[in-house]
């Protein structure tokens, strides 16, 4: 079995219902002065290599509601992209 640590960074591609998901998300997190105007339009784009980097917990809290069956996919092929480097094999499971 693989183990992956919830702290660990995903990428994803998001797709348009996605980066609406995410920006109400980070509006509701300007309210509340968890972040300032200039961290979220860096935060709204994807980094160099195409994709949006999320530890997955926060990406549960972000999409977890936009990722159900019948729900408008938030991300693009419904894929979520792991490191290998964050999978540890255990056998004691």
Same mark, same amino acid.
């Given at each position: 079995?693989?183990?992956?640590?919830?702290?660990?960074?995903?990428?994803? $591609?998001?797709?348009?219902? *996605?980066?609406?998901?995410?920006?109400?998300?980070?509006?509701?997190? +300007?309210?509340?002065?968890?972040? !300032?105007?200039?961290?979220?339009?860096?935060?709204? $784009?994807?980094?160099?290599? *195409?994709?949006?980097?999320?530890?997955?917990?926060?990406?549960?809290? +972000?999409?977890?509601?936009?990722? !159900?069956?019948?729900?408008?996919?938030?991300?693009?092929?419904?894929?979520?992209?792991?490191?290998?480097?964050?999978?540890?094999?255990?056998?004691?499971?």
């Amino acid at each position: 079995m693989l183990v992956f640590n919830m702290n660990s960074i995903i990428r994803v $591609k998001i797709n348009d219902s *996605g980066r609406q998901t995410l920006a109400a998300y980070y509006d509701y997190a +300007i309210c509340m002065n968890w972040m !300032s105007d200039e961290d979220y339009q860096k935060l709204m $784009k994807p980094k160099e290599d *195409g994709f949006y980097h999320f530890q997955m917990h926060q990406f549960i809290k +972000i999409f977890g509601d936009k990722i !159900s069956l019948g729900s408008l996919p938030a991300i693009e092929g419904c894929r979520i992209y792991l490191e290998e480097k964050d999978l540890e094999k255990v056998d004691d499971a």
